[in-house]
């Protein structure tokens, strides 16, 4: 197949997005399959122009304000379907749509193009987290649109797909995402790490993601001055500091990637996520395949990911003292803390990325062959 994958944010920013559509284009050359990227340009330097050994065409951009990593892309539709045009795709993947992957649908629906929308992140619900609650309805439009008009929407758990359901779109099938089961592993821990994390030893407690309002990080602070522990901050984002300022008893690592962050993730002893816009969350996956059991707020993708009493605990949004209740049963029990990662590592076992990636190829067949069905019924339509 020629695949177009338009993507609402890429490299050299590293997110959830971008590190699942590095996975997509690994598999698809590894399938012999043909691929296009269009992505946001990245500000100074432009980014890679090539990924998986496919060409990366990059649009002009700007920064959004006070969180210059993420770029919202420029241009018109009209610029969107002269690319469109010229390679000539199959299918048009589009990943977590919404400024560019909006003109992208449109773009290929004026070509006669099937188009498969991986929706990724809940963006209405950022609105409040920003301060602009009466955006979010308008928001949810424009997520409406998009994914009415897409030929077949990708959901990443049960939440979502239900939510988008209810929202009245229709043509949604549940793509979850695979992990990395070699990368990620208890055969990472790192003694000397932990060591220089946290000197006095204790319990390691664990966020891993980016320093965003959406995330909620600062909900971990009714963890502080629980005995024999030591909250550790892995990412990076622009409320690094107001954090830091907000935790002074946890550890900032800043940004970890690569083998340094499988080496962090598997020191862990336990790991905690309290963003409540989470559409699936990876982390919490990577955590699981590394044998450290979690503790997430439940809702959206955490209540696919993590089993009560067996690979974590889940507590209600907004009920900060339940969080702290299920970090301290687990935190002061090492026998049912590693009881929970080993049945959290059994888990993911099976959940690749080549399994997921053959999955997601079968979606794009299905979108072709409903738009091949669709303009066949115009056309006797037409002829009638």
């Known amino acids: ?9 890429f490299l050299p920013h590293m997110n959830g997005v971008t590190h699942s559509l590095l996975q997509v284009l690994a598999h698809l050359r590894r399938r012999g399959d043909d691929a296009l990227v269009i992505a946001p340009s990245s500000g100074p330097g432009d980014g890679p122009r090539a990924a998986a050994g496919y060409p990366v065409h990059r649009l002009p951009s700007f920064p959004l304000r006070n969180y210059p990593d993420v770029r919202v892309a420029a241009g018109t539709v009209a610029r969107v379907r002269r690319l469109l045009a010229d390679f000539a795709p199959d299918v048009v993947h589009i990943a977590s749509p919404f400024v560019l992957g909006w003109r992208a649908v449109q773009a290929a629906r004026q070509l006669g193009i ?17 301060g602009l609650p009466w955006l979010e309805q308008l928001l949810w439009q424009r997520v409406e649109n998009i994914h009415g008009l897409s030929t077949l929407t990708l959901a990443p758990s049960r939440f979502a797909l239900e939510q988008l359901q ?21 055969g990472k821990y790192d003694g000397a790490w932990r060591a220089s994390v946290a000197p006095e030893g204790g319990c390691l407690i664990g966020y891993v993601g980016r320093l965003a309002a959406e995330k909620q990080v600062e909900d971990l602070a009714v963890l502080a001055g629980l005995p024999g522990t030591r909250l550790v901050i892995i990412g990076s984002g622009p409320l690094r500091q107001a954090l830091q300022d907000r935790l002074p008893e946890a550890h900032f690592t800043g940004f970890l990637g690569g083998e340094q962050l499988a080496r962090a993730m598997a020191s862990l002893d336990l790991l905690v996520h309290p963003g409540e816009s989470e559409t699936f969350c990876q982390t919490i996956q990577e955590a699981q395949a ?3 059991p979690v503790v ?3 809702r959206g993708g955490p209540l696919d990911l993590v089993d009560p009493s067996r690979t974590g605990w889940t507590y209600a949004p907004g009920r900060l003292d339940e ?5 301290l049963d687990l935190a002061g029990d090492g026998i049912k803390r590693r009881a929970f990662g080993r049945a959290a590592w059994e888990a993911v076992q099976g959940r690749t990325w080549p399994v997921l990636c053959e999955q997601l190829a079968g979606y794009y067949v299905q979108a072709i062959e409903i738009k091949r069905r669709a303009l066949n019924a115009e056309a006797r339509t037409y002829l009638a």
């Open 114 to 130: 099937p188009t498969v929308s991986v929706y990724q992140t809940e963006i209405p619900a950022y609105a409040a987290r920003y």
């Open 166 to 186: 209810g929202r009245g779109i229709g043509r949604v099938h549940l793509w979850r995402r695979g992990v990395d089961t070699a990368r990620f592993s208890p």
């Open 296 to 298: 997430a707020v439940g």
């Open 1 to 9: 197949m020629r695949i177009a994958v338009v993507a609402e944010s």
């Open 323 to 327: 969080l702290r209740d299920r970090v």
């Open 290 to 292: 590394s044998g450290v």
